[in-house]
Nanobody
Framework: QLHLVESGGGLVQSGGSLRLSCAAS????????MAWYRQAPGKLRESVAT???????NYDDSVKGRFTISRDNTKNTVYLQMNRLEPEDTAVYYC??????????WGQGTQVTVSS
């Protein structure tokens, strides 16, 4: 199984940028389609971006054109570049596999707070 550690979150003003990283260990990271998820207070966890092993990407409409997911299989890391951040992007961000009936154990996530 994969052990996932997210980092890169922080406090940023509306319109600012952050780059999140997710370091994976323990399994062959390159074979998995990966996703970034987020969970805002009082809301369900939602997928915001996905990337296949071959780096084909897909985005939720709420982040399309602002967020970019990428991966470096040599570093077992998946990234989320977040630009033009909005207060509505405030959440804890997690990475995991694209849901196919199961997930690896969730990491601790990384908090993103966008002030208006």
């Amino acid at each position: 199984q994969l052990h996932l550690v997210e980092s890169g979150g922080g406090l940023v003003q509306s319109g600012g940028s952050l780059r999140l990283s997710c370091a994976a260990s323990g399994d062959d990271f390159s074979i998995y389609a990966m996703a970034w998820y987020r969970q805002a207070p009082g809301k369900l966890r939602e997928s915001v971006a996905t990337i296949t092993p071959g780096s084909v990407t897909n985005y939720d409409d709420s982040v399309k054109g602002r967020f970019t997911i990428s991966r470096d299989n040599t570093k077992n890391t998946v990234y989320l570049q977040m630009n033009r951040l909005e207060p509505e992007d405030t959440a804890v961000y997690y990475c995991n596999v694209v849901y196919g009936g199961w997930y690896f154990p969730w990491g601790q996530g990384t908090q993103v707070t966008v002030s208006s």
